[in-house]
């Protein structure tokens, strides 16, 4: 069957939707990235095999859908039943015979499974009265955990393909521009450059030929919001693809994965499988004379693969190193054409656009920054997981009252957004509203989306260190401010974590960034010494500390600490002897142990081990 | 080390033989013998029409592809921000302990390659650790071991 008008999409969907109105029960299994980490697809085996062995009368189940990321990953795997919104937490494959039990063929709630609130205890069993998805607005995220990552139909039933039909059926391709620079959709990996805009200068191009480009390349350390999308709801991402083809007049688009995510590949392939077979991709999209035909590039594990250019020379099979950008790749860019390369999220974001008008994207946000945004919200904060706020939602709110605080209650100390190429922010920005403009106004920036919490037991010098080091190792080496200017970075950066710099070393520092800033070429370089100078800029004293007191306040650089054990804590239980690999630990049961300085390496086994926080890193 | 190199032409031929398939073939090469083998860059080259030198540099400069054979079991520590923060660093250590050796290096019986990796996105469940392509969430320092132990 083809769908090949708008009122053959709309019955189509109005019978996907009559179908499901008769299912009385549903099981949403979680299998996003964490879930899947914590075994959520044994979990969906078994509520397949029981629900077939098991009869099952006056209730009408459906399938097992396995949904994209319910984003509560810190609670993974995940189930929500539905309609009744019951959302249950860290499910293992012996509690599906009492879910099915109890919330299937009846209506209880198993309070065992479902959250509890972390101060008062109680349990919360639908996930819309939980904080963490209460302070929540969903537009690129909108059908994670709610549809079938793998089948069309349920892309369909949620309103999927209406924004395309719309687009291709009503709209001129400058109607579709004008829409999208109305609404001001600014490009959700990290540059914020106005789509609109971008897919104008690349109409206006004169050219027979012109691409558009997915870059979900997504490098940045710590996030994980696009490859989130691409596995759990990959027809979005097609569907912004076809609207802005048909904006600029594209026959063929790419889309770039990342070769660490090997489901988004497989689920994106699917998803252009089935698209293509009913008659929403490929040749004459919906009847019209309007062709796309997308295709699936893997990457190859380079980070520098996520600029704009390196990216396109990559799909064309070369190394990816950045070009000059004197002439841009809205005139010259996959094979010399024409290209827009947006990023998967702004994709995610079109057929919203579309459908719903642009004033109602700008009726959420802030001013100049319409919309939401993704966020991995990971780190040292309490409920870690995948988020999507209105910008301008202010830090204090999506880590208090979202992430639930800090882990073990312990004193904030910083957020590091944007990757590598963005920067931490101190306690006195927590109220600082989180958007494009306003993050980079204070040293850091929105970059594609990671979230990374900090508590007091995390370095400073030892993040600017991990992050030079990162660059180090991901940067082209194509020019010499980059190649050089980073690396002589890191070894100050080391010196000084091992106690071995002076003061002046903080100048030289400061000084080499500025030459590396101005002389390199791509973003990469240009940005790379964020990671100190953000540090520098907050964290001033705790660098000092380490040069003039060869002291890390958070007990992580190595060189620096002592692990010794709390005589009055320790039980004597010979766990930490157990775990110690090099012997340094000695002492008899119910007696307090006693580690060797001169054998001890700071590995930490011991510090894990310990159940009573014995062991006490100074 | 010896390998039954009689696939690579097909392997070759399932993309358009055009210099752009350089990197799709490559991978697919990648993922049949774990490395990339001499002799199978040569008829890449010559099939694809791309210059040795080429096909070289491009397999020395993306990650994922390796000029050495890698070892039954890749073990892949994640040191992406989010585990870096939750002590990756030390669970790195760890498995180079274990395993007497250093990240990037392959235990000499074959059995397994230490690897470390920019960031596989299970940031929320993080110390993470791969196993080949099994994940490992929240990895602690004392048990990490486990992984890696003689089956």
């Known amino acids: 069957m083809r769908i090949e008008s708008e009122k053959q999409l709309r019955d189509y969907r109005k019978k996907l939707a009559d179908a499901d109105k008769k299912l009385t029960k549903k099981i949403m299994v979680c299998h996003g990235p964490g879930c899947l980490a914590s075994g959520a697809e044994k979990v969906s085996e078994e509520f397949e095999k029981q629900l077939k062995r098991k009869k099952i009368t006056g209730v009408t189940v459906g399938s097992i859908k396995k949904t994209g990321c319910h984003s509560f990953c810190e609670k993974s795997p995940l189930v929500a039943i539905e309609p009744a919104q019951i959302l249950y937490t860290r499910v293992k494959v012996k509690d599906v015979a009492e879910i099915i039990e109890k919330s299937i063929k009846g209506d209880e709630i198993i309070e065992r499974l479902v959250y509890h609130d972390p101060h008062s205890n109680d349990a919360i069993p639908k996930y819309p009265d939980i904080p963490f998805y209460k302070h929540q607005t969903r537009i690129a995220l909108r059908n994670l955990g709610k549809i079938n990552a793998c089948d ?3 892309y369909i039933r949620v309103g999927g393909y209406e924004a395309a039909a719309k687009a291709l059926l009503k709209m001129t391709p400058e109607g579709v521009i004008d829409e999208v620079t109305k609404a001001n959709l600014r490009g959700r990996g990290g540059g914020g450059f106005p789509a609109g805009r971008k897919w104008k200068s690349c109409r206006a191009v004169e050219s027979d030929v012109r691409y558009v480009v997915c870059n979900g390349d997504e ?51 699917k998803a252009i499988e089935q698209a293509e077979a009913i008659g929403l991709l490929g040749d004459n999209i919906l009847g019209t004379d309007f062709s796309l035909h997308l295709h699936i590039n893997r990457g ?28 841009r790749s809205v005139v010259k860019g996959l094979w010399d054409k024409p290209t827009v390369l947006n990023n998967v999220e702004t994709y995610a974001n079109v057929p919203m656009i579309i459908a719903n008008g642009a004033d109602w994207f700008t009726s959420v946000g802030a001013p100049k920054n319409a919309g939401t945004k993704a966020f991995s919200l990971v780190g040292k904060v309490r409920h870690t997981g995948l988020i ?28 590091q957004t944007g990757g590598p190429s963005g920067g931490c922010l101190a306690e006195q920005h927590l109220d600082l509203s989180v958007d494009f403009d306003t993050l980079t106004k204070h040293g850091s920036m929105m970059g594609s989306g990671g979230m990374i919490v900090m508590d007091d037991r995390t370095c400073m010098v030892d993040v600017a260190k991990y992050f030079l080091s990162f660059l180090v190792s991901e940067s082209c080496g194509k020019c010499i401010p980059c190649r050089e200017g980073l690396y002589q970075l890191h070894k100050l950066a080391i010196a000084i974590s091992e106690g071995r710099a002076q003061e002046s070393d903080i100048e030289k520092m400061e000084h080499l960034s500025e030459m590396v800033v101005t002389g390199s070429l791509c973003g990469l ?91 006490m890193v100074l | 080390m010896k390998h039954d190199l ?8 399932r993309y358009p033989q055009q210099p ?35 096909v070289f540099s491009v397999s020395t400069f993306y990650n994922a592809f390796s000029l050495n054979k890698k070892g039954d079991t890749v ?24 395993l007497k050796i250093q990240a990037g290096e392959t235990t000499k019986d074959g059995k397994f390659t230490l690897e470390v990796v920019g960031c596989v996105g299970a940031c929320a469940m993080a110390p993470v650790v791969l196993t080949n392509d099994r994940y490992h969430p929240q990895c602690k320092v004392n048990t990490v071991k486990k992984l890696v132990a003689k089956r």
């Open chain 1, 152 to 154: 069309i139909d349920d």
């Open chain 1, 219 to 269: 490098g940045d350390p710590g996030a994980f919001m696009d490859r989130a999308i691409m596995e759990g709801d990959p027809h979005t991402v097609l569907e912004g693809m076809i609207i802005a083809a048909f904006a600029v007049g594209a026959k063929d688009g790419y889309i770039y994965v990342r070769e660490e995510y090997p489901l988004a590949v497989v689920n994106l392939q």
């Open chain 1, 300 to 327: 190859a594990g380079a980070f520098v693969c996520g600029e704009s250019s390196a990216l396109m020379l990559s799909v064309a099979g070369n190394v990816g190193e950045p070009r000059a950008k004197y002439i």
């Open chain 1, 388 to 415: 999507e706020v209105p910008m301008g939602t202010p830090l204090r709110t999506i880590i208090y009252d979202i992430g639930g605080g800090i882990l073990k209650d312990r004193p904030f100390k910083a957020v």
């Open chain 1, 525 to 615: 370089g240009k940005s790379g010494p964020n990671p100190f100078l953000s540090t520098i800029a907050n964290f001033r004293d705790e660098y000092l500390t380490h040069i003039r007191d060869h002291k890390c306040s958070a007990g992580v650089c190595k060189e620096l600490i002592k692990y010794e054990i709390d005589a009055e804590k320790c039980d004597g239980c010979m766990a930490c002897i157990a775990a110690c690999a090099f012997n340094a630990i000695s002492g008899k049961k119910t007696k307090p142990h006693v580690i060797d300085q001169e054998l001890c390496t700071k590995c930490g086994a011991c510090v894990a081990a310990c159940t009573r926080e014995a062991i």
């Open chain 2, 6 to 13: 009689s696939r690579v032409p097909e392997i070759i031929e």
């Open chain 2, 20 to 54: 752009s398939s350089l990197i799709m073939v490559l991978q697919d090469i990648q993922k049949e013998f774990s490395y990339l083998p001499c002799e199978a860059l040569e008829q890449t080259a010559a099939k694809l029409g791309v210059p040795l030198s080429k």
């Open chain 2, 75 to 98: 073990v892949r520590v994640c040191i992406g921000t989010a585990c870096h923060i939750r002590g990756a660093r030390q669970i790195q250590e760890q498995l180079e302990t274990a």
